[in-house]
C-alpha cells in the first residue's frame, strides 16, 4: 500500500508524512494483533484488555499478559492491575528484580519482596537464579536485617561492625556466643563483655587524661 516494490507481505509506505495503521473495534470490543508461528499463536497485542481500555501484550503460552498498560499509563509486569507507575507481580511467591553484570563473580544483584520481607542480594554464576538475601527489611515490623532474613531487633547483624579506617587498623563490633566484642583498631585493643556481666580487658593499662577520658 503506497508502494510497488514490497518487500514482506504487507507494507505500508506515506512518503510524504507518517504511516500509519488503524484497528477501530465496536463498543465494548478490543483490537488486536495476533503473532503465530506455524498456525499457533504466540503473542497478541491488545486494546481495551478485559474492556477496561487497557494496552496488553499477551503470552499464549503461558495465557496471561506479560505487560499492561493502564489508562493512568501504570505499567504492569505479571500483573493486570498496576497500582502505581510500575507494578511487579500479582498472586503468592516471591518476586525479583535482577541487575544482571556478566563480567562481575556475582552477575545477578537483586532486589525483591518475598513474604514479609523487602530483601537486597546477589546471585552468583549460577545459571538458574537463586536469591542469596544479605540485607532484609521485614515491612511487618521496620525491622532490619543484614546477613540475616529475621531480624529481631530495630538492626540485626550477623557479623561484624566495621567503623572508621578499613583494613587490619578497623574498629569494630563482633559476638560471639553472645558476647560482645570491641575491638578499638590494632590488635590486643580489645573489650569483651560477657551474659554474665563479667568481662576482660586484653589491652595496654587505662590512663586519666585531663579531660576525664581515658587513653
Known amino acids: 500500500?503506497?508502494?510497488?516494490?514490497?518487500?514482506?507481505?504487507?507494507?505500508?509506505?506515506?512518503?510524504?508524512?507518517?504511516?500509519?495503521?488503524?484497528l477501530d473495534s465496536a463498543s465494548g470490543s478490543g483490537s488486536a494483533i495476533r503473532l503465530s508461528r506455524a498456525g499457533t499463536n504466540k503473542w497478541g497485542i491488545f486494546n481495551n484488555l478485559n474492556t477496561t481500555d487497557k494496552f496488553s501484550i499477551y503470552n499464549y503460552t503461558t495465557s496471561a499478559s506479560a505487560l499492561v498498560i493502564d489508562t493512568s499509563s501504570n505499567?504492569?509486569?505479571?500483573?493486570?492491575?498496576?497500582?502505581?507507575?510500575?507494578g511487579i507481580g500479582s498472586g503468592s511467591g516471591a518476586k525479583y528484580i535482577t541487575l544482571t553484570d556478566t563480567s562481575s563473580a556475582y552477575q545477578h544483584a537483586f532486589i525483591g519482596k518475598n513474604g514479609n520481607l523487602?530483601?537486597?542480594?546477589?546471585?552468583?554464576?549460577?545459571?538458574?537464579?537463586?536469591?542469596?538475601?544479605?540485607?532484609?527489611?521485614d515491612i511487618s515490623t521496620g525491622n532490619l536485617g543484614i546477613g540475616t532474613t529475621t531480624p529481631?531487633?530495630?538492626?540485626?547483624?550477623?557479623?561484624?561492625?566495621?567503623?572508621?579506617?578499613?583494613?587490619?587498623?578497623?574498629s569494630k563490633l563482633s559476638d560471639?556466643?553472645?558476647?560482645?566484642?570491641?575491638?578499638?583498631?590494632?590488635?590486643?585493643?580489645?573489650?569483651?563483655?560477657?551474659?554474665?556481666?563479667?568481662?576482660?580487658?586484653?589491652?595496654?593499662?587505662?590512663?586519666?587524661?585531663?579531660?576525664g577520658g581515658y587513653s
Open 75 to 86: 505499567v504492569g509486569i505479571g500483573t493486570t492491575s498496576p497500582l502505581t507507575l510500575l
Open 1 to 22: 500500500i503506497g508502494t510497488t516494490s514490497p518487500t514482506v507481505k504487507l507494507e505500508v509506505t506515506n512518503t510524504s508524512g507518517d504511516a500509519i495503521m488503524r
Open 152 to 170: 529481631a531487633q530495630t538492626l540485626s547483624v550477623v557479623g561484624n561492625i566495621g567503623i572508621g579506617t578499613l583494613g587490619s587498623n578497623a
Open 176 to 211: 560471639s556466643s553472645g558476647s560482645l566484642t570491641i575491638a578499638a583498631g590494632g590488635t590486643n585493643q580489645n573489650v569483651t563483655l560477657n551474659p554474665s556481666g563479667t568481662g576482660l580487658v586484653q589491652s595496654a593499662a587505662f590512663v586519666a587524661t585531663p579531660a
Open 118 to 137: 523487602l530483601q537486597f542480594g546477589d546471585s552468583s554464576l549460577n545459571s538458574t537464579f537463586a536469591a542469596e538475601p544479605r540485607m532484609s527489611l
